[in-house]
């Protein structure tokens, strides 16, 4: 045993509002994703 | 010892590979309806022949290797590998019809680019290419990423006692449910909703754009597909610069960003365990790795003072690098601009961005984050051991769907592989240097298409050595099945060729 708690992918389930707020959760993610390339971008132009 | 080949091991290979050219020649339809809707009557023609020949070679394929037997590993892997080279030459036939193509290479060259997700592309005058074969080119890289198996297990195979194999030949060894066909409706699902948000919402940006309605929606779905799949194609030869479009290049990063997620990761999050998008091995790697590399381009493009301000930095530099790293390969500068402007340091930045790549049994190419995460933490546990007391155990664990303990075995076998890689991309790069491509060059363009990318430095022309688009071809190829396919296939045709030896001296 690895003394972690093993989490079976069967014990969620699909359905309508999961699906929409896994949808929404990748979106924010990757929207969190591009604006942190945009800060990236930003810093490089700090006192410039 | 490598075991003796029976022609019933012909019999399996050959009926599976001949469904899944069944599979091939159905998916010609939707170009063909396409070209109707468009009143493109010689396309239409074109894809009407086009069905008629892959129907009849995977039916008569099907027919005299018909068998009830199930396919094993060996024959799982070897149809994966063949099945890819079957579907690559009759795919190009509507190319070679249309005229676009100067030779059956180059149009074997854009199929295999297309159902590899790659993206590189010889077609002449893009420009002036048809909706429907448009349409044939997007949907390659479409199916490509879902992957051709997965197709073909979905609506013709089903679910056989050799179907998880088949999956895994191709690639895709994610269990994300028991039932291996509903694996496979799994992953169409995911990305047939994505393909209906994507293209309604690309379609719109497009009108905004000043495209008109009907076309706008089509190349919503050219561009949705583009980034879904990690493909890079595009309707037109500037790609996304075509378009001027901010919206859309921030519409097309975040498609790129989702599709080069691992299919298991979707439908974790999709199933309600929301938290994984935080706590998964490649999206921790992939982020990393992202930020990265994006700093190692800015410092590049900096250092050049390519472009003036942050807005136009993050514009063409994110979108690159997402676009490199995701392995799709879509692009808002010119090929050339990349040599003459980027310098060899962006080049390198994006040349690490394409060879790390996406996640495993994804729609991307490349190393995978899987593996990068799997190498970086056994190193880390390796160091662990070493500061440990000798008697302490010290183990790994990674964070996969569940929490997994990391083994010498999974360490050893994503090094492996990821040397293999290493391999394709330095033997790609050195055919390019023999033919007289400075080495930067011939690097990106080899890793380019080892990691299935298709960003291009202008090296992929039809002018190019025909050596190097068979190199560039076998690249795609290898790296999309991943080797052991591929390996296993040129495994068993040399088995195949010393049972043949053995029976006639038994004779």
Known sequence: ?48 | MVRRVWREDFRIIGYYTGLITIGVGLLMLVPMVTSLVFREWQSAIDFGLSIVLTLLVGYLLALISRTRNTPGLTHAMVIAAASWLVAMVLSAVPYVLSGHALSLLDACFDTMSGYTTTGLFLLQDLDHVSQGLNMWRHLLTYVGGQGIVVLALTFLIGSTGGAYKLMVGEGKDEKLVPNVRHIAVQIWRISLIYLFIGTAVLGILAIASGMKPQLAFFHGAYIFMSAWSTGGFAPYSQNMLYYHSLPMEIVSMVFMILGSFNFALHYAVWTGNRKEILRNVEIVSFTITVLTTFSLTCLALMQRGVYPNAVALFRRGFFQLISAHTTTGQSNIYARTLVREWGPLGMLALTIAMAIGASAASTGGGFKGMRMGIIFKGIVTDVRKLLSPERAIVVGHYHHIRDNTLTDGAVKSAAVIVVLYVLIYVVGAVVGMAYGYPMADAFFESVSAGSNTGLSCGITQATMPTLLKVMYIVEMWMGRLEFLSVFTLFGFIAASFRSLKRQKVAA
């Open chain 1, 1 to 48: 045993m690895n003394g972690h708690r093993a989490q079976s992918p069967t014990r969620h389930r699909a359905g309508g509002r999961n699906e929409v707020l896994g949808m929404a959760t990748e979106l924010v993610w990757a929207g969190v994703l591009i604006v942190a390339g945009y800060l990236i971008s930003q810093l490089f132009f700090i006192g410039r």
